[in-house]
């Protein structure tokens, strides 16, 4: 099957209109993977479904007439997507970043496929269900308690009692999961690593900032205090 020009035209413009607006949900919070990315990705698809579809196929058909299996392509965009998707998850700490950018690029090339087999239906509906699903799911965490983790980095003059500053910590009603440190000999300072995790709904990182500020205060011979999410 050969496509005309017009719906070829039609079929990319729409891949690419879907994936921009996927990207502009994704841009909006900051992720490097955004408008362009997502718009590339869904007309990449749809040319890739185009090409496939356009482009005969080296087997005959059971009439005797060279056949064409899309197919074989999309299953390799789908393999392909996996690799991009990969490249934007990020692991820092105890928190992995990137999961739902992943699945928008993933998102992203489905949508752009089904444009580019002309399915424009299955397209605005799963367009619909995914951008109600990023926007309003968004809306929905922020109405329990979840965990947020941070990591506290305490440097202390001489050999203070790690084991006490955590108890300390931990009277705060935060958890300190766990904790690491090292000594500096030739300064005479310890560096201490404790990782926290405070359950909330709303202020958590006020919570984080009392108990930084409680730290401050207290007789502990501090000279620096630094904190990261996890």
Not at 4 to 33: C, D, S, Y
Not at 68 to 85: E, N
């Amino acid at each position: 099957m050969t496509l005309e020009f017009q719906e070829i035209l039609i079929r990319l413009l729409v891949a690419a209109i879907i994936g921009t607006a996927i990207g502009v949900e994704r841009n909006i919070h900051g992720r490097p993977a955004g408008l362009r990315t997502h718009m590339l990705v869904s007309l990449g698809s749809a040319l890739f479904m185009l090409v496939s579809i356009n482009l005969p196929g080296s087997a005959l058909g059971h009439l005797g007439v060279i056949a064409s299996d899309p197919a074989r392509i999309a299953a390799q965009i789908v393999t392909g997507i996996g690799f991009l998707g990969a490249g934007v998850i990020i692991k820092d700490g105890m928190n992995v970043r990137g999961l739902t950018t992943a699945a928008c690029l993933w998102m992203a090339a489905a949508t752009g496929m089904a444009a580019g087999a002309g399915e424009f239906t299955l397209v605005g509906v799963a367009t619909v269900i995914g951008l109600a699903g990023l926007v309003g799911l968004h809306k929905v965490e922020s109405l329990y308690a979840r965990d947020a983790y941070f990591i506290l980095h305490l440097t202390l003059k001489g050999t203070p009692d790690a084991e006490k500053i955590r108890d300390q910590i931990a009277e705060t009603g935060v958890l300190v999961p766990g904790f690491s440190f090292e000594r500096d000999y030739d300064q005479d300072l310890t560096l201490l690593r404790y990782q926290i995790s405070i359950h909330a709904k709303n202020g958590r990182r006020k919570k984080l900032e009392e108990l930084v500020a409680q730290l401050e205060q207290s007789d502990l011979r501090l000279v620096r205090l630094l904190w990261k999410r996890a």
